[in-house]
């Protein structure tokens, strides 16, 4: 268990309500809607000889409010130069968040800042509110908008990136005080008792914003392929192959030690089994790419699975991987996946194994089948993962270059347009990175690349961009004030840090084993709250004011089972 005594609350100022009236009209109302926030994070243990390392919780923002003007940024952290739109600025580049491009601002790229990490987000101390884009009043805390009319609208969405060490994230309200305010003559007519109505008739969704763009993102068609690395480093002890001497069980089947192959076989099983529980409008493929052996005239690559929509074959083409990466690398010219000859035996003898890393070829064979199978209408992405650089083997052929490719599947040539997705595992990141970008964009864009230390993180790996693929999960759509009383009930609303997992965050408990906790490398997670006020609602709500505390709660995974503190 931890201590709550330890919990480090930063410092933000805290307001039990903040209440504000606007003008009333006859058919429009005036209301307050408010909220401070609160950041804190578990530090360690006390009265245990074991003590955790640092467990730094850092958020920023991003807050839009829509009056009947279209959406308007209001204030963001970081927010260098205080026009409430989020931007930063390192090594003397202004980075800016531009969630809603802007033809006229050529830095609006329609996404959010990849570059904060745990190094460039400013401490909140530094956080600057903005102002009321209605009343022009200065506001002290994050929301502070007091004249909220039918029709308004707004969001917030929080970017969370825990340093140092994994750790579970509760989403937490306080304070939460709805009250009618001074009565008028028109709220009076409807509402004689001057009841606090406002968190009832303003809708709300609160959920994983995926992209972190400010926007709930439906199901889209989608064309995937899945190119994996099957190299003899992602197997055999004697090059790396091995990450833990922990068992791990794979579709009913105990081994006795953790290869990098046994974690990708978790992970791409789990993304396509998340897209089958969701029915995502999906084909999904997977294109495999090795080296070559001494007596080979060309590299082993190919196709493992092409494009499918029924996803319990790939599922199937997904199983087994420590065999089919065996027969791949381990039988003689021409081997295949499927040649049924291979030993995978983690430990074995695997000096005369074929050698080098083709990432480039594997990239042209995933790009072929999305040429050859693709549909016209489906957005084309390309996941490529790889513990290394692209090298020879010991044949006769020369690898080609990974970024060609990569630059090639981009721009369509041969078509069609591909988002290319990497992962690096545990090795050098630079060719990778170069790699990854968007459709018709450029490569070394670092929202498309994933950089791994620790491969018993590939699974989590596959799991966000399995949720990026599908519909945005929402957690809960209800009255705000609904929302408002779930986070305030007990720790507050649990977070999974996998939303591939089939966890539910109102009904199951917080240790279920589908909950994972959230990475420790400062790996950008969003959790977006929407909010409304439905043009039919009546006089009721004028001169109301909702008024609450939002916060995140995290404390260190190891040593903890998920369950968090004893409410107190």
């Not at 030690?257 to 998340?274: C, N, P």
Request: proline share 5%.
């Amino acid at each position: 268990m931890t201590d709550n005594d330890s919990i480090d609350t930063i410092g933000l100022s805290r307001r039990k309500m903040l209440a504000g009236l606007g003008a009333v009209g006859i058919a429009s109302a005036g209301a307050g809607l408010g909220t401070t926030a609160y950041f804190s994070d578990e530090e360690g243990f006390e009265g245990n000889t074991l003590t955790a390392g640092n467990l730094d919780l850092l958020v920023d923002w991003q807050q839009t409010y829509d009056f009947g003007e279209g959406h308007q940024f209001v204030s963001a952290h970081p927010d260098h130069d205080g026009d409430g739109e989020q931007s930063v600025e390192i090594d003397g580049e202004v980075l800016r968040y531009s969630d809603f491009p802007d033809e006229e601002d050529e830095d609006s790229n329609g996404a959010n800042i990849p570059d904060l990490d745990c190094a460039a987000i400013p401490p909140l101390s530094e956080a600057d509110f903005g102002t009321d884009p209605v009343t022009g009043e200065e506001m002290d805390t994050l929301v502070q908008l007091t004249d909220v009319k039918p029709g308004d609208s707004g969001e917030i969405t929080f970017s969370l990136h825990l340093c140092d060490n994994p750790g579970y994230i509760w989403m937490q309200a306080s304070n939460v005080a709805d009250e009618g305010g001074v009565g008028t003559e028109p709220e009076l007519l409807v509402d004689p008792d001057n009841l606090g109505d406002l968190g009832d008739a303003i809708q709300a969704t609160l959920w994983y914003d995926e992209d972190c763009d400010n926007v709930y993102d439906g199901a889209e068609p989608v064309d995937i392929m899945l190119t994996l690395d099957f190299s003899g480093s992602m197997l055999y002890d004697q090059y790396g192959g091995v990450v833990s001497s922990d068992p791990i069980q794979i579709n009913g089947t105990t081994y006795g030690e953790t290869t990098k192959i046994d974690l990708v076989e978790l992970g791409t099983r789990q993304f396509v089994d998340y897209l089958q529980s969701q029915g995502s409008d999906v084909q999904v493929g997977v294109a495999y790419f090795d080296g070559e052996g001494s007596n080979d005239t060309e590299p082993r690559t190919g196709v493992l699975q092409p494009l499918t929509t029924d996803l319990s074959v790939v599922d199937g083409a997904l199983s087994g991987l420590r065999q089919k990466l065996a027969n791949l690398v381990t039988g003689g010219p021409g081997s295949t996946p499927f040649d049924g000859d291979g030993n995978p035996n983690p430990f074995s003898n695997a000096s005369g194994i074929a050698t080098g890393t083709y990432i480039g070829e594997g990239v042209d064979d995933a790009q072929d089948e999305l040429a050859a199978n693709g549909r016209p209408n489906a957005e084309k992405r390309n996941i490529v993962l790889s513990d290394g650089e692209s090298f020879n083997g010991t044949g006769s052929t020369q690898f080609s270059s990974p970024t060609a490719a990569a630059d090639d599947a981009r721009a369509a040539s041969p078509a069609p347009a591909t988002d290319v997705y990497t992962i690096n595992v545990d090795g050098s990141a630079s060719t990778l990175q170069a790699m990854a970008g968007p459709a018709g964009g450029s490569g070394g864009d670092s929202a498309y690349f994933n950089d791994v230390d620790d491969p018993l993180n590939i699974p989590t790996v596959f799991g966000n961009l399995a949720a990026q693929t599908g519909q945005e999960k929402i957690i809960m759509e209800d009255s705000l004030g609904n929302v408002l009383d779930a986070l305030a009930d007990g720790n507050g609303i649990p977070l999974d840090g996998n939303r591939a997992t089939p966890y539910d965050e109102l009904a199951d408990p917080a240790d279920d084993s589908n909950r994972d906790a959230f990475r420790g490398d400062g790996v950008m997670h969003c959790v977006a709250l929407s909010w409304e006020l439905p043009f039919e609602v009546g006089n009721e709500v004028q001169g109301d004011t909702l008024g609450f505390d939002l916060g995140f709660y995290t404390e260190q995974e190891r040593h903890n089972d998920g369950s968090g503190p004893t409410p107190a």
